[in-house]
């Protein structure tokens, strides 16, 4: 995991004797002593570093404080990790879960460390040009793949409601928005819980679906264009596989310096794919003709995001925002509210 480390914050330390009593009672082969250090990533549940002198190991928990319902679900995160492992799909190895929260102060759980690059810039600057297109294929053969797998079949038939899951996303989310009052209103936000009800497509689709499919929250092979991890499984739910692949998308709408956007940069100077061309490579890979209404698909991804955001906002005013990126975070709600409902104008 090539994130940046640090020192435990201080809002986020917790005991780290239970840790290691039930490290040396739960995970097979462990032995101490352990050390512990902070990644400065996961914006929703903190992430640490443990190091033993045999391997180093990877916790998620929910973060300390009063928490929204529903959010910060490490045991979600686990199960779904477990099941995809015995597949062979790209993520860490799971090595135990603790819904105790005597033990550390809240849940949570065990993986491997595995060791590759993050890329926080969709444009891949610090890759070679002529190795941008892998990159780029490896992420979309990489979500293809997890909209392939049957979730039945690997012990996740119910592991989200089948049907209907614009309305409820957007009914959850919207709630979400509402509810946290602390981090005030945002008229975009509004206008658009007023829009995306009344403009829902037809069909319905079910798979497995990530929740937030991005380049940051993948670890890359250490010199190869591929990926090895994927990562912050806590939005994973079965809904419907293109709501999974806008939100992948909409990096494309995304101005250059607003989260990770490409929009007017030279892709082809960069050796980046088209939009066209990376919605036509999935659709090849799923058995698609195409994805009507993408205007729809990407303005509901925008809005979701703006409303994650808008949850971190509430946290950092009360105090339990997990990553030191969280105000850098917020700082872009407005702006990509505005970008959400510019996409319900497009007609596309």
Known sequence: MADALAPVRDAHR?????????????????????????????????????RTPARDYVLRRKPPGILLKGAHAVDREFRVISALHGTGFPVPRPYGLCLDDAVIGTAFYVMELVEGRTFWNT??????????????????????????????????????????????????WSRQYLEDEDAGRVPAMDALIEWLPANIPPGEETSIVHGDFRCDNM??????????AVLDWELSTLGHPLADFAYHLMVYRMPPGFSTGLAGLDLPALNIPSEDDYVAAYCRRTGRDGIERLDFHLAFSLFRLAAIIHGIKGRLIRGTAS???????????DRIAALALTQTRTGG
């Open 219 to 228: 670890l890359f092979h250490p010199t190869e264009p591929r990926v090895v």
């Open 323 to 333: 990553s030191s990126q969280a105000a850098a975070a917020v700082e872009q709600l």
């Open 14 to 50: 917790f005991d780290e004797a239970g840790l290691l009593r039930w490290m040396e009672a739960n995970v097979a082969d462990f032995g101490g002593p352990l050390s512990v250090e902070q990644f400065s990533g996961g914006q929703s549940n903190p992430t640490y570093r443990l």
């Open 123 to 172: 444009a891949f600057p610090e890759v070679a040009r002529e190795e941008r297109p892998a990159c780029f294929d490896a992420m979309n053969a990489t979500i293809a793949r997890l909209h392939s797998i049957d979730p039945a079949s690997i012990g996740l038939g119910d592991f989200g409601r089948p049907g209907n899951y614009f309305e409820r996303q957007v009914g959850r």
